[in-house]
């Protein structure tokens, strides 16, 4: 099979013609059909995030992906051949720039049937980023909720869910998602010109970091839990994460000054990093079958054409997940 491959950090990826993997008793084979490509695949090329997860080079890049399986282990009852199903892969086990994967049953789920192939490619990650960031800060229905860079792939899915979930919901992005963001349920949504430190909430997530992350501080209720994907990770990330008490150590450190700003305003502060779960997936999917949203799809490339892809990403200058079609 083909497969983009890391071989250096900070360097393009090859494709290869590898094997196609072997599964064991509790994976699947699931035959790609679109790959997304994300942030995270840039952060992980750059070497960025070897602090929290360190790869081993070579490696195959590439962390969502949608598929049907095409074999299953003997210990898998929950899916048959021909499933169309898609994953966020797990952190230690990526791979969906290939044309095969092999994946263990737990980790993925069957995807809503009205989502086209692409469009179910856009789901995983950001839907379980938010369901796990919920979680996290134990939000329920009823709250108030900020979603900042709610016009990004992970704000608009966001959206969806936490109107399904009954938050109430306020948000700040793009212009010209406005429209489209009030739709979804949105009390009020703030463009770039727009004072959103006005507003009192109980909980954010925060998709933006940078002064951002200090800014959103200020409108939260006493007592309000801020949640960052951009931010500094900090010790309790580093616990949760399971990471080496030195490296535990430097991430108290490193998110010193953000918990010190949530204190100040009576607050907490979490860093998180969203990882694989077939069970939450699951429960994704049947509330996108009810709500029946649609995900926007952006460029597609081919495998041979990745590197264009994850520039373009870079770039971040057209709307839209950006997809990889075998």
Known sequence: MKAAVLNNFKSDLEIKEIDIPKITDDEVLVKISYAAVNPLDNLIKDGTINLISPYKLPQILGNEMVGFITSIG????DFKVGDRVFARLSIDKIGAFAEF???NHTHIAKVPTYLSD???????LAALTFLQAI???NAKSGNSIFISGASGSFGMIALALAKQMGFKIYANGNENFKQMALELGVCEYFTKN???TKIKVDFVIDSIGGDETFKQFKILNKGGKLVSLKAMPDMKFAKSFNL???KQILFYFAGLKLNNAAKKVGCEYY???VNKNGEELKQISSMLEKIKYHPSVGEIFILDDINKALKSLKNNNKKG????KF
């Not at 003997?74 to 009852?77: L, R, Y």
């Not at 692409?118 to 995983?124: G, H, K, L, N, S």
């Not at 997940?321 to 990889?324: Q, S």
């Open 74 to 77: 003997k210990n898998v009852k």
């Open 101 to 103: 994967i092999s994946i």
């Open 118 to 124: 692409a469009e179910a490619a856009c789901i995983p």
């Open 135 to 137: 979680k996290l800060i």
């Open 194 to 196: 727009d004072d959103y």
């Open 244 to 246: 080496s008490k030195l």
């Open 271 to 273: 860093f998180m990093f």
């Open 321 to 324: 997940k950006v997809l990889i």
